[in-house]
């Protein structure tokens, strides 16, 4: 029977609608959410200030409805601030002139969350990166990434749904969170071409070595992953927006995160801001994690792999790691204690041309296709 993962911290790493399972088979859930990915200019934010907050306001209030239904995820890094939103946000930040500020890309997703047990003692995106991970990118299937402190949401392509769904229903039992009558026919469809024969063997299908073909680079700072107790939102909502758009800055290698996906509401920031929180007000993650940045410049949106070559190996040398993508970059957090094995394991697993050996392949830095005026599905 599946158990719940319960952190050092007590905290329960729980799908967002609270259900565990009791099959033995894990189940992977299709949620309703509908997503984009936008990006804000650094030099811009003080023209978003208002929209931003006005979106905020309303996801912060004391009334659980306004958050229902809602996915938001708000990163700063030193190139700009990254946004997962549904298209109605989207579009609230790109109505009016300061809207030219925004990009985003032209893509719509859609996430996937597995329920947690009887996926080994690792927490975070390792937790998933044989199971979920890796076969997506052995299908060719790109994602973007978002831990929190109770969950993993793996967002694939709308185009890509159904190849995701096929690939990884022969490891999970796909249910369907979303109300959209054309994803509940799309999960039977998927279903009901599963072979299911020989499930066991599958859970543990080995993971192939991938060679890790983007830099990367490892920040000094300490990082702490916190969850937002929800009754307490509302007293510390002053406090997060403080961080989010007014603070001083702690250190050159600017990083925070906000993500809140109705109840489940996680920050990931600077350890020394901690202090500014009541105790009672957040769950954090035991000890403090260091932030190592993939990609030295925009890594795109079509490339299959990049999680998994990091996320892989570290997960086989039982490492556990955080993962956030974001517009421009990907992240990945990894416990302070274990940054010399995580950077040795990485080390071993680069490309020859990341070691100074033969040439860097075209598809570093290549051009993002974007959206640039307000037109999205």
Request: with cysteine.
């Amino acid at each position: 029977v599946e158990s719940m993962s319960v952190q050092s911290n007590g905290v329960s790493r729980l799908h967002h609608s609270g259900r565990v399972s009791l099959s033995l088979q894990p189940a992977l859930h299709l949620l309703g959410y509908e997503l984009y990915v936008a990006s804000v200019k650094k030099e811009a934010l003080s023209e978003l200030t208002h929209s931003l907050l006005q979106m905020l306001l309303q996801l912060f209030g004391r009334d659980v409805e306004a958050r229902r239904n809602r996915f938001f995820s708000y990163t700063e890094t030193p190139t700009d601030y990254s946004i997962v939103a549904d298209s109605e946000l989207i579009l609230a930040l790109k109505s009016g002139g300061a809207g030219v500020h925004v990009d985003v890309a032209n893509s719509r997703w859609r996430p996937l969350v597995v329920e947690i047990g009887a996926l080994g003692a690792l927490d975070g995106i390792s937790k998933i990166a044989a199971s979920v991970i890796a076969p997506l990118a052995n299908q060719n299937v790109s994602i973007f990434c978002l831990s929190t402190n109770q969950d993993d949401y793996v967002l694939v392509k709308d185009e890509q749904l159904e190849e995701a769904l096929g690939c990884l229903a022969q490891r999970f039992r796909v249910i369907c969170d979303s109300e959209q009558p054309s994803d509940k026919t799309l999960i039977d469809y998927v279903v009901k071409h599963v072979n299911y024969s020989d499930l066991a063997s599958k859970l543990n299908i080995p993971c192939p070595a991938r060679s890790i073909t983007h830099p990367y680079s490892c920040s000094n700072t300490p990082y702490t992953i916190c969850s937002v107790v929800p009754k307490a939102l509302p007293c510390i909502a002053g406090t997060i927006l403080e961080l989010m758009f007014f603070r001083a800055r702690l250190a050159d290698d600017t990083f925070f995160s906000l993500t809140i996906v109705e109840e489940d509401i996680s920050i990931v920031m600077d350890s020394r801001q901690l202090q500014r929180f009541p105790d009672d007000a957040l769950y954090c993650s035991e000890g403090v994690w260091r932030l190592l940045t993939i990609g030295s410049g925009p890594l795109g949106f079509d490339e299959c792999g990049i999680v998994a070559q990091v996320s892989t190996p570290l997960a086989q040398a039982e490492i556990s790691t955080y993962y956030i993508s974001t517009f421009y970059t990907d992240h990945t957090l990894i416990p302070s204690d274990s940054v010399e094995k995580a950077l040795a394991v990485l080390n071993a697993n680069k490309c020859p041309w990341l070691c100074g050996e033969g040439e860097k392949l075209s598809s570093l830095g290549r051009p993002l296709t974007v959206i640039t005026s307000g037109s999205l599905r």
